[in-house]
């Protein structure tokens, strides 16, 4: 654990300090320190009306930081954070919280000067033991994540009531920075006497721009903007957080989110399903108008999504298996069937970006593998890198002959047109979703691999089961969804690392457990510039992409958006996100649609 904070003031970070305005770990931020507002916003935007939002499933909590309980993530919104990113530029946030950041020449640690009228909601200033008491607090009781995050976070003190000082056990880690800016900071005096670790409903303090007004527990929550919100001018926050309501509303899956939707119930709505964008979206209310949609091109990395698998199980632990299992995913029938052509195949864990592993190792790349040689597959030094091609037609013999031959080889035959083992074991296992949507993409890929004899089925459970069991790496199979960033660091501890595989909670799914990998890890987290981080990306994603851990999904280019046309938007979206946030009422529309939408959802 950090130390307490000090009694005396703490002595300053060893080096000459360089005072700045924004991080950024690709060069100078593109914003100077007297910039007015983000370039995408409308700075004039009029505040008032409310957004109501769906959320699938339910909750229990309001403690968002915590694995103990389910919590209503929207809370998030009650915090401000020591920095703000921006969606514009990658790796780069700017200050917020704090109204400087000073950085000493050895990069070994980053101080926070707060601002002086930061205010809890209850008026009592924010300080820089709140800082100290929240970084403690989290890595301590709070998800895992952060322990992997702030892994190399030596100390942290306050020196005086605003500024916040934090160590750094190393001088390689260009990130760490970043990552501590994006910490929520958290009200000391709030949570003094109670458990942090323990999830409940008590409404928490914050000192962001809304506030709980009200929830009922499982059902909704509703959160108020503060008006007299210290932050309200600040460049990060002018022409954001419009809307005086946002209403939370939870359904238990994304179907009754969809009818809610077009009952105007919900008002906004991102469309995650290529069927329904194509089709079911001929309701009157669109044909009349009173119902918007865009496609939103952005230039986000899509990481990896995929069905998964849990290699703490002895089934999946042999890699020809896995790339077995690998082959009879259709995804060119699928595509064309149930998604209407409107996605692309993902083939790397960094998928659209420069990240991205493709053709064969580069010599930045050749240089870092090279060392691992005799650990990793020899194939990866030769061959580029391919997911399997169908011909479409949901039968495709060569990849189930080839994989036949894996699963042979890997000690597994056909007897009875069931896959067995020398135990004559079959070879079974569980999907687990966590929701209807799916299922869909789900039983043609068992149909497919009941061909090679393998009893595959699929169990699908709400919202809270499914994070305990996955909390628990209590499951066979999933779907995983591994977001990547433009600067990929610390996370990826997280996602990969030996530690990660045996932590209940982490981001590791897959329990992937390999010397080598965590050798990689380091690299990227340490990478000393761009360059350099590209190729151990890379060469990470080689490894990682013949390891065969999952079955990979597809990805879009485009946030496809729908909402009830009472909303202004910004003329231009950010490169890096949708900023719902910038988004504001315009009182005519609203008053324009119809009381009683139900009737245009026919």
């Known amino acids: 654990a950090a130390p307490a904070t000090p ?3 703490a002595a300053p970070v060893a080096g000459e300090m360089r005072r700045t305005h924004a991080l950024s770990l690709l060069g100078e931020p593109g914003l100077p320190a007297d ?13 008032g009306g409310e957004m109501v939002l769906a959320a699938i499933g339910s909750f229990d909590s309001l403690n968002p930081f915590i694995l103990r309980g389910t919590a209503a993530g929207a809370v998030v919104r009650i915090y401000d954070t020591l920095l703000a990113p921006s969606m514009d530029e990658a790796s780069t946030e700017y200050a917020h919280l704090a109204a400087s950041i000073e950085v000493p020449a050895d990069r070994r640690g980053v101080t926070f000067v707060l601002h002086d009228k930061a205010r809890w909601h209850d008026g009592k200033p924010v300080t820089a033991d709140d800082v100290v008491w929240t970084f403690n607090a989290l890595r301590e009781k709070g998800r895992p994540f952060y322990r992997a995050y702030w892994g190399d976070v030596a100390e942290v003190v306050a020196d005086g009531p605003k500024r916040a000082v934090f160590r750094f056990s190393t001088d390689q880690n260009r990130e760490l920075g970043l990552i501590l800016g994006q910490m929520p900071v958290l009200p000391k005096h709030f949570w003094e006497g109670k458990d942090f670790a323990q999830p409940g409903l008590e409404v928490p303090l914050g000192s962001g721009p809304y506030k709980v007004e009200r929830f009922e527990a499982g059902r909704s929550i509703v959160l108020k903007r503060v008006p007299d919100y210290w932050g309200r001018d600040l460049p990060t926050m002018k ?13 238990r899956d994304a179907t009754v989110a969809f009818q809610a939707f077009k009952a105007g119930q919900v008002e906004f709505r991102q469309e995650n399903i290529a069927k329904d964008w194509a089709t079911a979206y001929d309701f009157p209310a669109v044909r009349q108008g009173q119902v918007k949609r865009d496609e939103i091109r952005h230039e986000l990395p899509t990481g990896m999504q995929g069905f998964a698998m849990n290699t703490r199980r002895p089934l999946f632990q042999d890699r020809r298996v896995r790339e077995a299992l690998g082959l009879m995913f259709d995804f060119e029938w699928m595509n064309a069937n149930l998604f209407y052509g409107s996605y692309t195949r993902t083939s790397s864990y960094f998928s659209n970006s420069e990240l991205a592993a493709t053709g064969l190792p580069s010599e930045g790349e050749l240089l870092i593998l090279s060392a691992f040689r005799g650990r990793v597959p020899e194939e990866l030094f030769t061959s580029e890198f391919r997911v399997p091609v169908s011909d479409g037609q949901n039968s495709n013999r060569e990849a189930a002959r080839k994989a036949l031959g894996l699963l042979k080889d890997a000690g597994w035959t056909v ?6 083992n020398e135990q004559n074991q079959p070879f079974a296992f569980e999907i687990l979703l966590d929701s209807p949507t799916f299922e869909r ?12 004899g393998i009893e595959a089925r699929v169990r699908t459970v709400d919202a809270a089961q499914y994070q305990k069991r996955t909390d628990e790496f209590d499951f066979d199979m999933t779907v995983d969804l591994i977001p990547q960033s433009l600067s990929p660091g610390n996370e990826q501890r997280d996602f990969w690392s030996s530690e990660k595989a045996k932590e209940p909670g982490s981001r590791n799914l897959i329990g992937v457990s390999d010397p080598v990998v965590d050798a990689l890890v380091e690299l990227v987290v340490n990478a000393p ?6 190729d151990r990306c890379r060469a990470l994603d080689r490894v990682l992409l013949w390891s065969y851990y999952v079955v990979p999904h597809w990805h879009s280019r485009v946030f496809r958006a729908a909402w009830w046309d009472k909303f202004g938007r910004p003329e231009r979206n950010p490169r890096y996100g949708l900023d719902l946030m910038s988004w504001w009422v315009e009182p005519a529309r609203d008053r324009a649609l119809p009381a009683d939408r139900k009737t245009m959802a026919q």
Do not use: M
């Not at 910039?35 to 505040?47: G, I, Q, Y």
């Open 7 to 9: 009694a005396a003031p």
């Open 35 to 47: 910039f007015p507002h983000w370039p995408w916003v409308n700075p004039n935007a009029p505040k």
């Open 239 to 251: 022409g954001t957080n419009n809307l005086d309501t946002l209403r939370y509303e939870y359904f």
């Open 415 to 420: 007897k009875d047109r069931r896959l067995v």
């Open 441 to 452: 993409v789900a039983l043609p890929y068992v149909q497919s691999l009941q061909r090679l």
């Open 529 to 534: 510039d761009r360059q350099a981080l590209i």
